[in-house]
């Protein structure tokens, strides 16, 4: 594949928390593309700043120096509008669930697709239906939060980002709170829905017992990246 | 209610399902408008209650205009005024009718032993044209003597009190005179006087001593039939004014002078400013204890804001969630907050026979302005926006 048609490319990126003396520099000269469909593992031991590599990628971040293309966009010196733009385009799921309390399974799911404006409720709850049913959830699309499992909320939060049909999904430790059998169960709907929608997954993870399913492993250290394997 | 509200909204009704997820939050939300309700309301309502009895003491009389003294602010104070001013003014072609009243304060020990501060109005007999029609029939029996008719709301006057004294024809003393029970009229008791007494004017000069019969404390005029246009009528008091031409005297049409007395109790007397004061410490107390209830919330609810904000939701979207949780609560709030006020308003009425009711007005004014104000709660509850930063979340 042609590395100018990737969702995700990064160049010479840097990136430092906090200022004058305790200005600490968290990335260094970071390059990589991202193809599209695949997934891709990020590993590293705690503070190897991948995370601050994904937001920064996700558009979470506003980016210092270097450069970051993400779906064509340019981020770097992009604007708070442009920003809420782009993340539409997105699907985020993250260690917690973030699910909000007080709204149903359903509904959590409809917030997808509500961000986007407009559109026939209807037919927004037929897809959120759906992605849910995809996910094992279709018996409980009316339960809250709180009536559900780990395993069960953290597919609702994958059907939450998964219903728009996003172009780039980021992943942060979506398998940290789930047991083993849950846990691969739910890396392996990211991945197969992933194949299915040529959606591009960008996974940060501690987890050994799902590797096998990424098409990529990279692995940072001390702000770098160290290796970048195929597997 | 969720139906209504996605309709309304087009979208997931977050405000209410969020406001109604933690139920204890909620009425304590709840409660906090209705109490900072009930607060502006009961304020509102001694207002009311101020400006009505401001209006009543006027109400037993019928006239176009009214001459008082200038330092006169309300009816009841100011200096006497020369009853030379009654006949220059009926020289005016456009003046039909003049009569002179007399107003005095006077303290009562009522037979029951409670002391009353009494509003008496003195009046000619001749001049019973000027008086209210429903009233007017009982005026008459005031013609005799040391006569007197009583207001039947005064407060401390019970019922078994009053009636003994109208069927015992037993004579009252005020003032070290001996008056007789003539009948009764209803007024009501205000802020100044606990009730009202009617009298001729040869009987309210034998009350008064030191008022002179040549010195009334207000003319009362009545225009021709043919002349009540607002225009026409503010013509003749200009040419009043110019014809009687007094620095000590002032000449308003009646809807002026009752105006003139609304706003000069409101706004200068320490009554009113209080109360004024008060209906503000209530939409006060209200913005506090709905903007806590609503930044709790926010703070709260951060983690999932901050997921939204990533997910593309724009500030407007959490600033309308907010908003339909303030608009929520004042319009919630508001119902027990206003059926409560009815209850301490009749609780008012009953322990100080002042005219404290409610009106619709007031209810739409205060429901207008507990949506607001919760607005405004809201609006600053959304500074604690800026601290869901998604970047966060990872």
């Given at each position: 594949?042609?590395?100018?048609?990737?969702?995700?490319?990064?160049?010479?990126?840097?990136?430092?928390?906090?200022?004058?003396?305790?200005?600490?520099?968290?990335?260094?000269?970071?390059?990589?593309?991202?193809?599209?469909?695949?997934?891709?593992?990020?590993?590293?031991?705690?503070?190897?700043?991948?995370?601050?590599?994904?937001?920064?990628?996700?558009?979470?971040?506003?980016?210092?120096?270097?450069?970051?293309?993400?779906?064509?966009?340019?981020?770097?010196?992009?604007?708070?509008?442009?920003?809420?733009?782009?993340?539409?385009?997105?699907g985020f799921i993250f260690q917690a669930h973030n699910l909000h309390e007080?709204?149903?399974?359903?509904?959590?799911?409809?917030?997808?697709?509500?961000?986007?404006?407009?559109?026939?409720?209807?037919?927004?709850?037929?897809?959120?239906?759906?992605?849910?049913?995809?996910?094992?959830?279709?018996?409980?699309?009316?339960?809250?939060?709180?009536?559900?499992?780990?395993?069960?909320?953290?597919?609702?939060?994958?059907?939450?980002?998964?219903?728009?049909?996003?172009?780039?999904?980021?992943?942060?430790?979506?398998?940290?709170?789930?047991?083993?059998?849950?846990?691969?169960?739910?890396?392996?709907?990211?991945?197969?829905?992933?194949?299915?929608?040529?959606?591009?997954?960008?996974?940060?993870?501690?987890?050994?017992?799902?590797?096998?399913?990424?098409?990529?492993?990279?692995?940072?250290?001390?702000?770098?990246?160290?290796?970048?394997?195929?597997? | 209610?969720?139906?209504?509200?996605?309709?309304?909204?087009?979208?997931?009704?977050?405000?209410?399902?969020?406001?109604?997820?933690?139920?204890?939050?909620?009425?304590?939300?709840?409660?906090?408008?209705?109490?900072?309700?009930?607060?502006?309301?009961?304020?509102?309502?001694?207002?009311?209650?101020?400006?009505?009895?401001?209006?009543?003491?006027?109400?037993?009389?019928?006239?176009?205009?009214?001459?008082?003294?200038?330092?006169?602010?309300?009816?009841?104070?100011?200096?006497?005024?020369?009853?030379?001013?009654?006949?220059?003014?009926?020289?005016?072609?456009?003046?039909?009718?003049?009569?002179?009243?007399?107003?005095?304060?006077?303290?009562?020990?009522?037979?029951?032993?409670?002391?009353?501060?009494?509003?008496?109005?003195?009046?000619?007999?001749?001049?019973m044209a000027f008086i209210e029609s429903s009233l007017r029939e009982s005026?008459?029996?005031?013609?005799?003597?040391?006569?007197?008719?009583?207001?039947?709301?005064?407060?401390?006057?019970?019922?078994?009190?009053?009636?003994?004294?109208?069927?015992?024809?037993?004579?009252?003393?005020?003032?070290?005179?001996?008056?007789?029970?003539?009948?009764?009229?209803?007024?009501?008791?205000?802020?100044?006087?606990?009730?009202?007494?009617?009298?001729?004017?040869?009987?309210?000069?034998?009350?008064?001593?030191?008022?002179?019969?040549?010195?009334?404390?207000?003319?009362?005029?009545?225009?021709?039939?043919?002349?009540?246009?607002?225009?026409?009528?503010?013509?003749?008091?200009?040419?009043?004014?110019?014809?009687?031409?007094?620095?000590?005297?002032?000449?308003?049409?009646?809807?002026?002078?009752?105006?003139?007395?609304?706003?000069?109790?409101?706004?200068?007397?320490?009554?009113?400013?209080?109360?004024?004061?008060?209906?503000?410490?209530?939409?006060?107390?209200?913005?506090?204890?709905?903007?806590?209830?609503?930044?709790?919330?926010?703070?709260?609810h951060l983690k999932e804001y901050a997921t939204f904000k990533s997910m593309?939701?724009?500030?407007?979207?959490?600033?309308?969630?907010?908003?339909?949780?303030?608009?929520?609560?004042?319009?919630?709030?508001?119902?027990?907050?206003?059926?409560?006020?009815?209850?301490?308003?009749?609780?008012?009425?009953?322990?100080?026979?002042?005219?404290?009711?409610?009106?619709?007005?007031?209810?739409?004014?205060?429901?207008?302005?507990?949506?607001?104000?919760?607005?405004?709660?809201?609006?600053?509850?959304?500074?604690?926006?800026?601290?869901?930063?998604?970047?966060?979340?990872?």
């Amino acid at each position: 594949m042609n590395s100018e048609n990737a969702p995700i490319i990064v160049k010479n990126l840097d990136y430092w928390f906090g200022e004058g003396e305790a200005k600490k520099q968290a990335l260094f000269d970071i390059n990589l593309d991202i193809h599209t469909g695949s997934l891709t593992a990020l590993m590293g031991p705690s503070g190897s700043g991948k995370t601050t590599l994904l937001t920064l990628m996700a558009c979470l971040r506003t980016l210092q120096c270097g450069s970051v293309r993400l779906l064509g966009n340019e981020l770097f010196a992009m604007t708070e509008q442009q920003q809420v733009i782009i993340r539409r385009k997105l699907g985020f799921i993250f260690q917690a669930h973030n699910l909000h309390e007080s709204l149903s399974a359903l509904e959590n799911v409809l917030m997808g697709l509500q961000v986007h404006g407009g559109g026939d409720p209807q037919k927004q709850k037929k897809a959120a239906r759906h992605v849910l049913s995809i996910l094992g959830l279709s018996e409980r699309i009316d339960y809250l939060p709180m009536n559900l499992s780990g395993g069960q909320k953290q597919r609702v939060a994958i059907a939450r980002a998964l219903v728009a049909n996003p172009q780039v999904i980021f992943a942060d430790e979506p398998t940290a709170a789930l047991d083993k059998d849950s846990g691969r169960q739910v890396v392996e709907i990211i991945k197969k829905l992933g194949t299915q929608r040529r959606t591009t997954t960008l996974m940060v993870t501690h987890d050994n017992r799902i590797l096998d399913l990424a098409d990529r492993i990279i692995t940072m250290e001390d702000g770098a990246i160290v290796s970048d394997e195929k597997t | 209610m969720l139906k209504l509200l996605s309709n309304l909204l087009g979208r997931t009704p977050i405000g209410w399902l969020q406001l109604s997820h933690n139920r204890t939050r909620m009425l304590a939300a709840i409660f906090g408008v209705a109490f900072a309700n009930v607060l502006v309301f009961v304020q509102l309502g001694i207002i009311g209650a101020f400006n009505t009895s401001i209006k009543m003491t006027y109400k037993p009389f019928i006239a176009d205009i009214i001459i008082s003294s200038s330092n006169a602010n309300t009816f009841s104070d100011g200096s006497s005024i020369s009853r030379r001013y009654m006949y220059q003014s009926l020289s005016n072609p456009d003046i039909e009718a003049a009569a002179a009243v007399y107003v005095g304060l006077l303290s009562w020990n009522m037979p029951n032993g409670k002391a009353a501060s009494m509003q008496v109005y003195g009046i000619p007999p001749e001049s019973m044209a000027f008086i209210e029609s429903s009233l007017r029939e009982s005026m008459a029996r005031i013609t005799l003597q040391n006569t007197l008719l009583i207001d039947s709301k005064t407060r401390g006057l019970d019922k078994q009190t009053l009636s003994t004294l109208l069927d015992s024809n037993k004579s009252i003393e005020m003032n070290n005179i001996a008056l007789t029970l003539a009948g009764t009229v209803v007024i009501g008791s205000g802020f100044g006087a606990d009730g009202t007494l009617f009298v001729s004017d040869q009987t309210f000069l034998r009350l008064f001593p030191k008022q002179e019969g040549g010195t009334p404390s207000h003319i009362l005029l009545k225009t021709k039939s043919n002349n009540n246009s607002a225009d026409m009528l503010s013509s003749i008091v200009n040419n009043l004014r110019v014809s009687l031409g007094n620095d000590d005297i002032q000449v308003h049409s009646i809807d002026e002078r009752i105006n003139d007395d609304v706003t000069y109790q409101m706004t200068k007397r320490p009554v009113g400013v209080i109360f004024g004061f008060g209906v503000f410490i209530g939409v006060l107390v209200g913005v506090v204890i709905v903007y806590q209830v609503l930044s709790t919330d926010v703070a709260d609810h951060l983690k999932e804001y901050a997921t939204f904000k990533s997910m593309g939701y724009e500030n407007r979207f959490f600033y309308s969630v907010i908003t339909e949780q303030a608009v929520l609560l004042g319009c919630i709030g508001f119902i027990p907050g206003s059926l409560l006020a009815m209850l301490i308003y009749a609780l008012m009425t009953m322990a100080t026979g002042l005219p404290v009711s409610m009106e619709w007005s007031r209810m739409f004014i205060v429901l207008f302005g507990t949506i607001i104000a919760c607005m405004i709660s809201g609006f600053i509850a959304t500074r604690r926006l800026k601290s869901a930063d998604p970047a966060e979340l990872f």
